[in-house]
């Protein structure tokens, strides 16, 4: 309860918002607020600049405060503010899958809208399920996540996958899930550009894992191209490739987490083209609306829809969905983000900016404690020895006071160090990223 002498708004009226992913004891105790946000800028209420190292949470792609996406979602608040998607429709919602879809490869062809990251890896995993149900082939209930994955925080996604703290904490979670081992080995991969030479072969895990469920059984793998919040773990080369023939070979579905790969991230709409793959399934979040309006969904191929398209015409195809699916914010917010990438060919100039990118980050090695460094797309992340008094020490102190003192925010897993800016930074302003990190992680070196 607030105090008759603490009036609401003032810095230290912050008991009441229990945030998420926070040590909120920590953080109330000495907080760091954000006030406003402008291109490649946030800024305190005291009027501080702070370069966001982050895109917001890997969201921000097209940087902060785009007059183009601000003034369409002004006015189509001014014209809808809200519709229903159950059994009505509202244009730009079209309009918005339609875009998405024709910048997916092959024929993943259909769009399912979600609100978020979270709800779309439950949305995929569902229609998964529910796709080999229509088919005829109802025993296929299993699902395969891989450690250290990160699927959101839906039942299902902490479910597949592989990130402990997400997952010790709710009990047993759902029935009939397994993981493919995670894709790093720092001593073969260490200090790569891209992606790792070493690894491919940690797909084939998924043959001992058929042999011990047996295919008949598996309805779908569900995979990041790079595990993002784990710390920036890039797929292996030729791993996802051979991920997909395993699916292929066992009749299983293959779904690509691409909440934070997809709209730039790595240099295309979607990993998938990256990689030249084709999964059954991708999700998207985060890059679509450039974090301005929560927006999440799932690309499907075409005959898993057509799947789905039998019976009376007035019957209910899939009993799912969610109050805020094609919400016409988002869909104004998406249709305008999406235009600002093409018109500023900002996924192109990611592919351009990578390899300025990762040498500037490999002249971090040998600064003190730093024991490796991931780089692909627009990504980094710095991995720093522990701090004998505990794990996870040494990266956070890193990021206070790199947020505090060099006015840089980035994100911490552990004791790694991660940093995925929007794509509009320039070459002198990763210059100045890196220097702000070489000084940051030099202040912890005790």
């Known amino acids: 309860m607030t105090s008759a002498t603490q009036p609401l708004g003032t810095p230290n009226n912050l008991e009441a918002f229990w945030m998420p992913f926070t040590a909120n004891r920590s953080f109330k105790q000495n907080p760091r ?65 339609a875009r998405i879809a024709s910048l997916a490869p092959g024929d993943l062809d259909h ?28 025993s296929k209930t299993r699902l395969i996540g891989r450690e250290r994955g990160y699927h959101g925080v839906g039942f299902g996604g902490i479910s597949v996958g592989g990130m402990v ?11 009939g899930t397994d993981h493919l081992p995670h894709t790093y080995d720092r001593e073969k991969q260490a200090f790569s550009k891209g992606e ?22 598996i309805a779908a793998v569900i995979v990041e191209p790079m595990a993002g919040s784990t710390g920036g773990l890039p ?119 990578e390899p300025a990118w990762a040498d500037a980050l490999m002249t971090l090695k040998g600064e003190p404690n730093v024991v490796d460094i991931r780089q692909v797309g627009i990504v980094g992340a710095i991995d720093l020895a522990p701090r004998a008094d505990g794990v996870g020490k040494r990266a956070f102190e890193a990021m206070d006071r790199l947020f505090r003192e060099e006015g840089l925010m980035v994100r911490t897993a552990a004791d790694t160090i991660a940093f995925s800016p929007p794509l509009i930074i320039t070459e002198s302003q990763i210059g100045e990223l890196v220097d702000k990190l070489r000084r940051g992680i030099r202040a912890v070196a005790a």
């Open 235 to 353: 797929a292996p080369k030729g791993y996802l490739k051979r991920l997909r023939e395993l699916c292929d070979k066992h009749g299983i579905l293959l779904i690509f987490d691409e909440v934070i790969t997809g709209f730039g991230r790595l240099g295309y709409a979607f990993a998938a083209e990256r990689y030249g793959v084709i999964p059954d399934m991708i999700t998207f979040a985060k890059g679509v609306t450039s974090g301005t309006v929560p927006m999440g969904g799932v690309i499907v191929r075409k005959h898993i829809y057509d799947a789905f398209m039998n019976g009376p015409d007035n019957a209910i195809e899939l009993f799912h969905g969610y109050t805020y699916s094609g919400h016409p914010l988002a869909a104004a917010a998406c249709l305008a983000t999406l235009d600002v990438y093409r018109e500023e060919g900002l996924f192109e100039r990611a592919r351009e900016m």
């Open 111 to 138: 769009v399912f809208f979600a609100g978020s990251g979270s709800e779309a890896a439950d949305t995929a995993l569902k229609i998964a399920l529910a796709y080999w149900n229509v088919t005829g082939k109802g």
């Open 165 to 175: 703290n997400n997952r010790k904490f709710f009990g047993s979670l759902l029935a």
């Open 33 to 97: 607020m954000i006030a406003r946000a402008e291109g490649m800028f946030y800024y305190t209420p005291e009027g501080k600049p702070v370069m966001d190292g982050t895109a917001g949470l890997w969201c921000c792609n097209a940087g902060h405060a785009r007059k183009p996406i601000i003034q369409a979602i002004q006015a189509q608040a001014e014209e809808l503010d809200f519709a229903p998607s159950f059994q009505f429709g509202h244009p730009k919602v079209f309009a918005a899958a």
């Open 196 to 217: 790792p030479d070493y690894g491919a072969h940690f797909a084939d895990d998924l043959d001992r894992i058929v042999a011990l469920h047996d295919g008949s059984t």
